[in-house]
């Protein structure tokens, strides 16, 4: 894809270009590689927006009423009880924290000091996607950026903290305790051609880190910038047995057909052992409940037995000693109801066989090589909840890596992951993802649609993507009524 240099005084990571920057447009910068960050010395950090383009442009608050609910139903067939936690885990999920309290504790106060939203729905919103702002300050925004530096923890494997900064860049704060920084996006255009003819238009993303409150960040510090995704299917996800995903991997591409899915290998902090990771855009973590106690951690300032600190780096004195509510703000027994809440919010049933246009799509999808990593079926495990036992469901995934290009990659390794590699995202479910115009698909919410979700599409996935450009018309919108149809 072409490029053009960016109107910013940046360090761009290839593909997501995360800047710590000011930028003017007096000053373009081409593109640097992920391991050479700009020195830090030559970095201007902003105290306040430059200029108007910088507004606010979303308040953070989630106006609820906007957004169909369409992911809100459970799975069929669940016993009552299984009904009553899954409706207790919902009033969870949707549950405000609150700063620890001072006159008394109640069972929703510990947010903090560092969080990124006061609630999981703030940034799972009707359990689909938070939107992210066309443009200006993301805060409350619910894209969520991770931090590290080169190299892996020698007992885990993981990837390393950034020292001032942690894992992942708070920004917002209770009390007297400053937020980490802001952060900003902006979107340059970039156009090209299907073989037709047809131009379209694709949006490159940008993400600054202003206003940061530790100094600059350590030379070479590597980021990822994230959206948070669909809640449909977990449950089902979890079961998808280890034996057949591992089968569906070809690490070496050993059948030479292009695509060589890779296993994420991440520490299991339950059990100390390196395990298959399944959650998360890279398949960074291995189970729900540990997914969910991160969220806690990491997004909300919450302590849980799971992790049972606050998220404080290092040297943040002020986040230290700001009040806590101790080693499990979060009780074991909420942890354990909002994951088996999320294990049985059901998936909405694929409309393919109401359109003839879809069914026709559906070959396409197959033709392109679509399938290769969006497997279509599998049939899960057994689990004590049977109504999630033994069933065929169709994610359209492998639950593997895969190199998607440069274009695509972020500049931060996560386990195993390397930062061009992501996990097959399930495509259940896509043609109801609220996405209206607005940045929502990808693991950055880059893609404004299906289809420019498709364009972007590159690396063992370029040969799909390109049957996809050289398509007629007719043809593509066939594919994209079957995607729609999901
Ligand atoms: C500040 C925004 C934010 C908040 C608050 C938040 N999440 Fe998320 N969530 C994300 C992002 C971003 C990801 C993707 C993470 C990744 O790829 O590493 C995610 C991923 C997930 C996933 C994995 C999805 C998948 O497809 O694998 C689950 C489950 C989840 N969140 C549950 C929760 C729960 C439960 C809470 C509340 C305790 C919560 N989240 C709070 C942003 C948020
Ligand atoms: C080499 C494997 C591979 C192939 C082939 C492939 N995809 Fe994907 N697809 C992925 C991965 C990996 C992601 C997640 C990318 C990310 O995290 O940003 C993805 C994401 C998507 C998304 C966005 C989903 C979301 O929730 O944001 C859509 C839509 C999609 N693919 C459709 C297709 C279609 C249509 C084809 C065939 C033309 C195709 N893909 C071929 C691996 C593949
Ligand atoms: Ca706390
Ligand atoms: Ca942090
Ligand atoms: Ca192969």
């Known amino acids: 894809m072409r490029r053009s240099s960016l109107p910013c005084s940046a360090v761009l990571a290839l593909g997501l270009a995360i800047a710590i920057a000011a930028c003017t447009s007096s000053d373009p910068v081409s593109l640097r590689s992920t391991d050479e960050p700009s020195p830090s010395s030559t970095t201007a950090v902003l105290d306040e927006p430059a200029n108007s383009d910088d507004s606010i442009a979303d308040d953070g608050v989630v106006d ?29 999920f949707n549950e405000v924290w609150t700063p620890v309290a001072t006159n008394g504790r109640s069972d929703s106060d510990g947010l903090g000091p560092l969080f990124n939203a006061e609630s999981c729905v703030a940034c799972h919103p009707a359990n689909g996607r938070r939107r992210v702002p066309p443009q200006g300050e993301l805060t409350g925004s619910g894209l969520v950026v991770r931090l590290s530096i080169p190299g892996r923890d020698p007992i885990t494997g993981g990837p390393v903290p950034e020292p001032a900064y942690g894992d992942q860049l708070q920004d917002r704060a209770t009390g007297a305790v400053e937020p980490e920084g802001a952060v900003f996006t902006n979107y340059i255009v970039q156009s090209d051609f299907y073989a037709d003819g047809t131009r379209y238009d694709i949006l490159w993303p940008t993400v600054n880190i202003r206003r940061r409150n530790h100094g600059p960040l350590t030379e070479g510090f590597q980021t990822s910038a994230r959206i948070g995704s669909q809640m449909i299917g977990m449950g089902l996800l979890e079961l998808i047995s280890q034996e057949e995903i591992l089968a569906l991997a070809d690490p070496s591409d050993a059948n030479n057909d292009g695509i060589s899915g890779r296993a994420n290998a991440v520490w299991n902090p339950q059990t100390s052992q390196v395990e298959l990771g399944r959650f998360g855009w890279k398949a960074n973590v291995v189970a729900l409940d540990q ?74 999808f197959r033709e392109f090589g679509c399938t290769s990593c969006h497997v279509e079926s599998f049939t899960t495990g057994s689990s004590p909840i049977e109504a999630i036992s033994n069933v065929e469901i169709r994610p359209y995934t492998d639950m593997l890596l895969h190199d998607m290009g440069f274009d695509m990659s972020d500049s931060r390794p996560d386990f195993a992951a390397s930062p061009i590699e992501w996990r097959t995202a399930p495509l259940w479910g896509l043609g109801l993802v609220p996405i209206d115009g607005d940045r929502g698909l990808l693991h950055d919410g880059r893609a404004r ?38």
């Not at 289809?451 to 593509?476: D, Y």
């Open 291 to 364: 997914q969910i106690a991160q969220a806690f951690h990491g997004d909300l300032g919450v302590t849980s037995t799971l992790i049972p600190f606050e998220n404080c780096a290092p040297q943040q004195t002020a986040c230290d000693d700001a009040p806590s509510g101790g080693t499990a703000e979060v009780s074991d027994e909420k942890l354990q109801n909002i994951t088996n809440y999320l294990r049985t919010l059901g998936v909405p049933p694929a409309r393919t066989a109401e359109s003839e246009a879809a069914q026709r799509g559906e070959q396409h």
């Open 64 to 92: 609820e009423s906007l957004l169909p609910v369409v992911f809100a139903n459970p799975v069929e067939g669940l016993t009552d009880d299984e009904l009553a936690e899954f409706i207790t885990g919902q009033g969870f």
């Open 449 to 486: 649609t299906i289809e420019e979700a498709v364009l972007w599409h590159g690396g063992e996935a370029q040969r799909s993507r390109n049957a996809f450009i050289n398509a007629e018309l007719a043809k593509r919108q066939e594919l994209l009524a079957f995607l729609e149809s999901l």
